[in-house]
């Protein structure tokens, strides 16, 4: 695991840059992929945005769906940074023009700059803070923003890592003092990942997902109870 200091970074015009992608989110093709995917509810309280006229140096951008790293205070730092997730047709459906992730599937991200993209100099950071300042016995880490925006969804406090390599160790701390931190594993490299988490976090519990499926899979197949039952809540 890095174990790099932290880093306070603010990504310059990211407050800017999340507000002019949100507001050209509604009728977009990300707005279709996220309602499709469940998470059209929360969709404004994550801030979701769609890159459909790319800001200055964000040409790369464009067409992507747009997730900003919010902070729980707001203000002129309220976004961390933004992240971009690629939902091209090519790559997120299937020739009969089925999501992948409605087959079970995974998505073809082959291409340069791969599923993600991230802005240059930005430091890994955890997705959703705000569920840590939320009174609660418990709380969720897991694997990418689409599974932490299920569980909150669903009431669940949830915080997300960007992938099983960006785990930084100055992160620890935000976890001291829940009952429990359920670490969601979806397959095998996430449960080796979640097992080295554990192993340095006493209050961690490892919970393998049913059939390598991820949250949000299980929550579109089963429902909240579905998803809930994994932590017999």
């Known amino acids: 695991m890095a174990s790099l200091k932290p880093k306070n970074l603010h990504i310059s015009n990211s407050v800017e840059a999340a507000k002019a992608y949100h507001e050209m ?24 945005g769609y890159v459909r006229s790319a800001l200055p140096g964000h040409d790369k951008y464009a067409g992507y769906l747009a997730i900003p790293y919010m ?19 090519s790559c997120v459906k299937s020739p009969e023009g089925r999501y992948y992730f409605q087959t079970g599937e995974k998505e073809r991200h082959d291409h340069k700059g791969g599923k993600y993209m991230t802005l240059g100099g930005d430091p890994p950071r955890l997705f959703n803070t705000t569920a ?13 923003e689409f599974d932490t925006m299920t569980w909150d969804l669903i009431g669940v406090p949830a915080a997300g890592v960007p992938g099983t390599g960006s785990w930084r ?21 996430g449960e080796n990942f979640m097992d080295d988490l554990a192993s340095k976090m006493p209050n961690g519990r490892v919970m393998r997902m049913k059939d390598d499926r991820d949250s949000n899979q299980i929550f579109l197949a089963e429902g909240t109870r579905g998803l809930k039952e994994r932590l017999k809540l």
Do not use: K, Q
Request: hydrophobic share 40%.
């Open 25 to 48: 989110y509604p009728g977009s093709p990300a707005e279709t992929y996220v309602v499709a995917r469940g998470l059209g509810e929360v969709a404004g309280r994550f801030g979701l």
């Open 71 to 89: 902070r729980p205070a707001g203000g002129s730092h309220g976004v961390a940074t933004v992240r971009f997730r690629c939902i091209a047709d």
């Open 132 to 144: 840590l300042i939320r009174p609660s016995p418990f709380v969720v880490l897991v694997e990418g």
């Open 169 to 189: 160790n100055y992160w620890y701390p935000a976890f001291r003092g829940y009952g429990t931190v359920y670490l969601m594993a979806e397959d095998d490299a």
